[in-house]
């Protein structure tokens, strides 16, 4: 029986993170950030050919809620994002996760790592992404 993979995104105004799981659903790794500049088409476009390629059954979108708990502007931005991933992939299931803190993650992970200035913000959406999809994975052990 082949086993469907789960896909992270973190929606960002110009780039979009994504990370997915292995087909057993243990392992979370980052797959590339979309640069959009703030054109949708290109990020569904994108996902479809991502589909194509990998059996996927799920997309997990992380919110920015505000530390205080509020919803910023970008979490409108992010939600008519989630609208359109709905009307466009229908068949798929479609969560959100609270990334309050994966972008926070992200950087300590790569001041960990070492990681050049330059190269930092190539890759913290694709490490958020990871984030994100890794706290979804995680809420579904637990919830077993």
Not at 4 to 10: A, E, F, S, T, V
Not at 132 to 144: C, D, G, H
Request: proline letters at 1%; a positive charge.
């Amino acid at each position: 029986m082949n086993k469907m993979r789960k896909l992270g995104i973190d929606y960002g105004d110009a780039r979009v993170g994504l990370a997915i799981t292995d087909e057993l659903g243990i392992t979370v790794q980052g797959l590339e950030t979309i640069h959009h500049k703030g054109n949708d088409k290109i990020v569904l476009k994108r996902l479809e050919e991502i589909f194509n390629k990998f059996q996927i059954d799920t997309i997990v979108v992380g919110l920015p809620i505000n530390m205080d708990g509020t919803k910023s502007e970008r979490v409108e931005v992010t939600e008519k994002f989630i609208h359109k991933l709905k009307c466009k992939f229908n068949k798929m299931r479609i969560e959100e996760v609270d990334e309050r803190l994966t972008t926070v993650a992200a950087h300590r992970t790569m001041n960990y790592l070492n990681i050049d200035k330059n190269e930092k913000k190539n890759i913290v959406d694709t490490i958020s992404a990871v984030y994100i999809l890794e706290t979804y994975m995680n809420k579904l052990k637990n919830s077993i």
